[in-house]
């Protein structure tokens, strides 16, 4: 006789273990499908390509405002220096003045105008004065040179005070663009990271022989210095002597450079003075827009003025190309969109 019992049912811990599985399992496949792919060495070396052409655009606006920082630096020790040495001056005429009432009242009395002038602010009672006819034609003389000296003190002053607010401005505007730079080159390195050693010596590897082959086929520095001329083929030497120096961002050598620091110490060498960052070296001769007439020892600007080096010749750059590379020779088509030369020295 069959028997008539029902199925015995799953216990609930059962059931919910089995719901908790099943919805592990779900989740974990949903998980394997939407998981992007990791990239390839390919499209980190890209990533991370950008990062650092978008951290050189912030190094050089970092380099041009510690340049405005030390311009306004200087102006305002200048316009201090100068307020210091009219203070003095204005001391002395108001000793001078104060001699003439010292006399007056040996002689008989002090001038009621110069009482009134001693026992009150200057300016108040040079309102005054104007209509007074008591005081000696020196008296006035010196009054007015009292009043010039204020006036100038007083304009010197507030210049100072607005280059001061400037220079403030400029300071935490540094800070901002130094946290920018800083940002991305951790995020390039992060980037980096995520690729394995074996994939990092590739990706070096094959960096150094493009820009060694391009230098090698390419660049024949003793011809091409020759056949430059003036004082930027001079510097272009110079800066021949540290291929193979890191690039460090905000550094202007000796032994580190980012590009428009190596542009900078190298004329430095030779005797010029050109400007500290890209924004301002762009100013420091006539521009060049037709490549052909590129002569060694220009200096050749790309990516909107993100980025300086030498015209070497034939083609090439010498120049600090970015956070992990060395100075090198290179061909220009890698450094971004020409946008001119500039011939310092004329």
């Not at 009054?143 to 935490?172: C, H, M, P």
């Not at 946290?179 to 690729?195: D, F, I, M, P, S």
Request: overall charge positive; glycine content about 10%; proline content about 4%.
């Amino acid at each position: 006789m069959a028997s008539h019992r029902r199925p015995k049912q799953p216990s609930r811990f059962r059931v919910t273990a089995l719901t908790v599985t099943a919805a592990a399992a779900v989740v974990m496949s949903s998980q394997a499908a939407n998981a992007a792919p990791k990239p390839d060495k390919k499209e980190v070396k890209a990533k991370v390509d950008k990062l650092h052409e978008e951290a050189e655009g912030a190094t050089e606006k970092y380099n041009a405002a510690k340049e405005k920082q030390g311009t306004l630096e200087k102006q305002v020790k200048n316009l201090q220096d100068t307020a210091a040495r009219g203070q003095s001056d204005l001391n002395e005429l108001r000793k001078g003045l104060g001699s003439l009432a010292t006399a007056q009242y040996r002689s008989g009395g002090v001038d009621p105008s110069l009482q009134l002038f001693l026992s009150a602010e200057p300016d108040q009672f040079l309102e005054r004065a104007a209509t007074m006819n008591q005081l000696t034609a020196k008296q006035a003389e010196s009054l007015r040179k009292i009043q010039a000296k204020q006036r100038t003190l007083a304009q010197q002053r507030e210049e100072a005070s607005g280059k001061l607010a400037d220079l403030s401005a400029v300071r935490k505007e540094l800070s901002a663009k130094k946290q920018t730079v800083q940002g991305k080159l951790a995020e390039a390195q992060r980037l980096y990271n995520t690729l394995t050693a074996a994939e990092q010596a590739a990706l070096e590897k094959q960096e150094e022989e493009r820009a060694s082959r391009d230098a090698g086929e390419r660049a024949d520095f003793g011809g091409e210095v020759a056949a430059g001329s003036g004082i930027g083929a001079a510097a272009m030497a110079q800066a021949r002597t540290k291929i193979g120096a890191p690039y460090d961002w905000g550094n202007k050598g000796p032994n580190a450079f980012d590009c428009s620091g190596l542009v900078y110490w190298a004329f430095q060498q030779v005797g010029r003075e050109v400007g500290g960052s890209t924004y301002s070296q762009m100013d420091d001769g006539p521009k060049i827009y037709n490549r052909s007439e590129l002569r060694p020892g220009d200096l050749v600007f790309f990516n909107d003025l993100q980025h300086v080096g030498f015209y070497a010749g034939n083609g090439m750059s010498l120049h600090a190309p970015y956070p992990g590379a060395n100075v090198r020779v290179e061909d220009m088509k890698y450094l971004g969109p020409f946008m001119y030369g500039v011939r310092v020295g004329g």
